[in-house]
Each structure stands twice: as structure tokens, then as C-alpha cells.
């Protein structure tokens, strides 16, 4: 038998404290084993699902504050780095033993269909790998991010490129119904991460920068969980079952699992059953099943405590808390009680946005803040959607679905908890036991709270504004999509013109005659809307925060198109609106 080799990896995912976890695809049974030119290593068996090979490996003894270049070796043979690569060191990055004064800086974006070369259509330069190719130009460690966070759609299973549609045509006996340029079997699904992965500079810079992730809507299919119609129309499709299974078997394997922590790995209840299956084909066929089963009961908060896969998590960077919230697989879609999480998970979310830190950043694949115009027609339909009289409900249930109508606008009741909770932070009030489990004492306001965003194809910076005085943390909505893809052109006037206070007072006129309430919270653009591929960093500085959003150019460098200061200078509670470039 041949020697493994690796297919996709290594993919540096958390680094925690003297602790790092490393990805891999190889391509077949192997140990694999990640040693540092200082001595650090870890070791671990791969374990195998579809004819497939994985391993998640905690790299441990890493010396603190430093950067350490690294191998990866397939059965005691190196297999990383690549010789003659032409590519600098992978390197593990470590923050100091006391990180708490030391300063933090998050990269995040969206939307990132693969490389230019790959894709079916003509699409501007992809922002991450232009942002990899600067940091490969001059390769200094301390201007490595602490983080990459990724919002959604990292892979796109219904937009194929020329590459995968050749394939799926080539091998395939196409289920019956299913559209034949899009993947539905877990073997499909790992074409889509292979040709994007291992796209040279992306490999790279998933080699030397930590990444953490969270799923939207293209990891499965476009307005996936809109409502509970649209679960019951697409149940019945004959190629459905095996596409949802895949689909979430495959995020996990390639990319949640990354997610966790070094002491989280082992807790894992499904780490636990695919290292210990010889094949663990029918422990991720059936998990994907049954996760997919649990969304239609995250209703029912009892049962969902007991059963239900979340895919939420948390992290601590220095003084910078992180939350990455489901805004897809978990939703609560009956009629009437709509909201983005079902309540045993809000509770979660309600505890960790709790504590001691000085900057609160929420992930989130769908915006909070709209443009206004857009986010009073969404509660707008909303409201229309549970109408008593069946014509209207099945009315405003077509136009949800075509015109993409199921961000936190049409959720109304998580939109509004949300605003609730980050002016319950900012006034530094305590929790009531409404309100949380385990309600405690107050806790001081933070420096910033900012809510990261993609999916809506165009980037923008936008202030929340709060009617209670005692709000003193200022509240931000941080949108950059996409990394590579496009808004179609005659859509971006009516996204510009959502801004703006015409239309934004239609919609809300709109809104009102079917008795939706005002918003709990206004908000105002600082920067945007920006229709190009962008990438951007958020940083934090003791109690200042900052937000940059670059773009890419023609000839694939990147350019800064917004910079805003998220807190005053000097004042870790008031913004000072920042200042544009």
C-alpha cells in the first residue's frame, strides 16, 4: 500500500495558551504528528468516514509570546513543508502567558466562492488571497492576526465551479430531481473544500494564521431554513435527505471541529464516536440525520436541552470575548414564535456575553443592522407571514422566500432581545432572571460591542443608538462581503437607497400599517456601502477599538476603503464616529 500523503492542510485552527490544534486531510489511515523546530509536538491517528482520512491534532509545550515554524510528518515522513514550496515557514504564533494588556486584531469576511481561475463567472479579485500575498511579501510574525474569522459560506454546494461541474458529470449517477450542477453526497462536498483550500496562498495562510468558522446558507443550499414551509417543501424532494446529511456530517469534519478548543476536543460527543469507529461513515450519516431532525423541534426548550448539536461557540482573546453565533441550522421557524436560536441556546449566549472583558464580539453570518429600508420591509413581511388569513400568509411566504427576506429583521422577536441585551451590557445593568439563568451581579460595561456580518454581498460600518441615556458602550454593526463573489449591478442602487431616509420612511409607514412596532434600537451608517471583494480587521488596543475594511483592486492588491475609530480616543465607552479615507 502507498504511503499517506496529505490533501489538504495543514490548517492551523486554535492556538490556546501553550496549545494549538492542527487540521489535516491525508489520503489514507496514517498517525500524523506536528512537531515545532522548538521541541513542542503532538501526535494523533486520523480517523476515516466516506474514504476519507481526517486528524485533529493538539500541538502542546509551545513557548509563550513567539513564533515558532513547524512540520507536519505523514508516518514519521514529512510531509509539510512542501519542499521548494517557494512559500515562508508555516509558523505556530503564540500570545503572551499574561495576554491581558497585549493588543487584539480579528480578520473576518464572507462569501468566497473559489479562486479566479476556478470560478464559472468573472469576478473581482479574491480579497484573501490578496491579503495572503501581503503577508507573504514581507512574512514578519508580529504582523500576523490573532485571528481569521470566517462568517459563512466558505464553500458554495449550489454554485459550482467548471471544475466540480465536470466532475460531478463525469462520476456521478445524479439522484433523482437533484440539480445536476450542484453536490449532494459527502464525497462532492469534499471536491468544493479541496479545489478552495488548496489554492497556494489560501493553503498557506491557513497554515500560519489561526481560523475559526461558522456556517450560512451556500454550505447546504441558498435561503436554507427560511421558514418551516420551505423545510416541509424541500422534505419531500428525493435527493434532499442525502444533501442535508452531507452537508452537515462534512461542516463539522472540515470545519467545526477546528473550532473547538484543545481541552473542548475530547468533550466532543462526536469526536468521541468517530475516534473510536473503525469507520465513522455511520456515525457523521447519522449525526447529520438527526441534527437536521432537532431543528424542526428547537422549539420544544426541554427536548432541545436534552438532544440538540450546538454549533455555537466562545472564545477569549486577551480582553476581547468572541461569540459565534447559528443563525441557520438551529433556528426556531414556527409561525408566531420565530427566533434566530432556540431558547436553551439563547441562554447559552446570555451567559457568555456576561463577564469580565473589555471588547464583546458577536459572529454572526447575517447582519443585525440592515440598511433601514430593508429592514422594515423584512418585519414587514414578517408580520404578514402569520396573518390568520391563509392568502396573505401564503403571499408573504412567496415573497420571503424570493426575495431573501430572513435576516434578524424577520425574526423580530431575537432582533429585538438582542438590542435588549447589548443595552443591558453597555448601561453596565444587571441581569434579571428573566433574562439569563443564574442572573448575578452587574458587570462593568464593556469598551465596544461589534457584530460581525456577511452574507449580504456589500460591506458597511453602522452605529446603534439607544433611547436609555445610561447606554455607554457604543454598539456596532461591522459588514464585509464578500471575500470573493458579487452583488449583481442592478441591485446596488436599491442597497444604497435603503440608507437612505426616503425610502427608510416608506418602509417604516409600511411596517406600522400592519402593526409592527417601532424598533427597539435606530442605527446610522458610518461607512458603505462597499460593493467590491473586501477583507476586514478589527483591532483592539486596551479599551480602543477600530474597524478596517479593505478592497481589492484590478490588479489584485488591496486598497482601504473604510476606517472608523469604534471608541473615542481616551474614552473606552464613546465612539467618536470615526473618519473616512
Not at 461558522?214 to 424532494?237: L, Y
Amino acid at each position: 500500500m502507498p504511503a499517506a500523503r496529505l490533501l489538504i492542510g495543514p490548517l492551523l485552527r486554535r492556538v490556546v495558551g501553550t496549545r494549538a490544534t492542527v487540521w489535516v486531510e491525508t489520503s489514507g489511515p496514517a498517525v500524523v504528528t506536528v512537531r515545532t523546530a522548538a521541541g513542542a509536538s503532538g501526535s494523533a491517528p486520523t480517523f476515516s468516514a466516506y474514504d476519507h482520512h481526517y486528524a485533529l491534532v493538539v500541538v502542546a509545550g509551545l513557548t509563550p509570546d513567539s513564533a515558532t515554524p513547524y512540520q507536519v510528518l505523514i508516518d514519521d515522513e514529512v510531509a509539510w513543508p512542501v519542499p521548494a514550496g517557494g512559500f515562508p515557514p508555516s509558523v505556530i504564533r503564540t500570545r503572551a502567558a499574561d495576554d491581558r494588556d497585549q493588543p487584539v486584531r480579528l480578520v473576518f469576511g464572507s462569501c468566497r466562492e473559489t479562486t479566479q481561475h476556478a470560478t464559472a463567472r468573472r469576478l473581482p479579485p479574491d480579497a484573501l488571497d490578496a491579503y495572503a500575498r501581503r503577508l507573504l511579501a514581507d512574512p514578519d510574525p508580529a504582523d500576523l492576526p490573532d485571528l481569521l474569522v470566517l462568517l459563512g459560506d466558505q464553500v458554495y454546494a449550489d454554485v459550482t465551479s467548471p471544475t466540480v461541474r465536470r466532475l460531478l458529470r463525469r462520476r456521478r449517477k445524479r439522484p433523482k430531481g437533484a440539480p445536476a450542477t450542484q453536490v449532494v453526497s459527502f464525497d462532492e462536498y469534499t471536491k468544493l473544500y479541496l479545489e478552495s483550500w488548496r489554492d497556494p496562498e489560501i493553503r498557506w495562510l491557513l497554515s500560519t494564521v489561526p481560523s475559526v468558522m461558522i456556517f450560512d446558507d451556500h454550505e447546504v443550499i441558498d435561503d436554507w431554513n427560511t421558514s418551516a414551509s420551505w423545510r416541509a417543501d424541500m422534505r419531500v424532494q428525493p435527493w434532499w435527505a442525502e444533501r442535508i446529511r452531507s452537508g452537515l456530517a462534512s461542516y463539522w469534519v472540515y470545519q467545526h471541529l477546528g473550532n473547538l478548543a484543545p481541552a473542548e476536543i475530547a468533550e466532543d460527543p462526536l469526536y468521541a464516536k468517530v475516534m473510536t469507529a473503525e469507520d465513522a461513515t455511520e456515525v457523521l450519516r447519522e449525526f447529520g440525520e438527526r441534527v437536521d431532525r432537532e431543528a424542526d423541534e428547537a422549539h420544544d426548550t426541554v427536548r432541545w436541552r436534552a438532544v440538540q448539536y450546538q454549533w455555537s461557540y466562545a472564545l477569549d482573546l486577551g480582553r476581547t470575548r468572541l461569540v459565534m453565533l447559528d443563525n441557520r441550522c438551529s433556528r426556531v421557524l414556527e409561525p408566531g414564535n420565530r427566533a434566530m436560536l432556540p431558547a436553551g441556546e439563547w441562554s447559552w449566549f446570555l451567559d457568555r456575553a456576561h463577564g469580565v472583558y473589555d471588547h464583546l464580539v458577536v459572529g454572526a453570518s447575517l447582519p443585525w443592522l440592515l440598511p433601514p429600508a430593508i429592514h422594515h420591509v423584512e418585519a414587514w413581511n414578517e408580520r404578514l407571514a402569520d396573518s390568520g388569513r391563509p392568502w396573505v400568509a401564503r403571499l408573504a411566504e412567496h415573497i420571503r422566500r424570493s426575495c431573501d427576506l430572513e435576516h434578524w429583521a424577520a425574526f423580530r422577536r431575537s432582533f429585538d432581545a438582542l438590542g435588549a441585551l447589548f443595552a443591558r451590557l453597555g448601561s453596565g445593568t444587571a441581569a434579571t432572571s428573566g433574562d439569563r439563568v443564574g442572573a448575578g451581579p452587574a458587570y462593568p460595561a464593556p469598551a465596544s460591542i461589534s457584530v460581525l456580518s456577511g452574507d449580504v454581498h456589500h460591506s458597511y460600518v453602522a452605529r446603534a443608538r439607544f433611547d436609555d441615556p445610561a447606554v455607554r458602550t457604543p454598539v456596532h454593526q461591522l459588514t464585509c462581503s464578500p471575500i470573493h463573489n458579487q452583488v449583481p449591478t442592478g441591485l446596488r442602487p436599491l442597497m444604497r437607497l435603503g440608507w437612505s431616509r426616503g425610502p427608510a420612511t416608506a418602509a417604516r409607514a409600511l411596517a406600522r400599517s400592519v402593526g409592527v412596532r417601532r424598533p427597539s434600537v435606530r442605527w446610522k451608517k458610518l461607512a458603505g456601502p462597499y460593493f467590491g471583494n473586501a477583507v476586514a480587521t478589527l483591532a483592539h488596543t486596551g479599551r480602543q477599538a477600530e474597524v478596517l475594511i479593505e478592497g481589492t483592486t484590478s490588479d489584485g492588491h488591496l486598497r482601504v476603503v473604510a476606517r472608523r475609530r469604534l471608541t473615542r480616543a481616551g474614552d473606552g465607552h464613546k465612539s467618536g464616529g470615526g473618519w473616512p479615507t
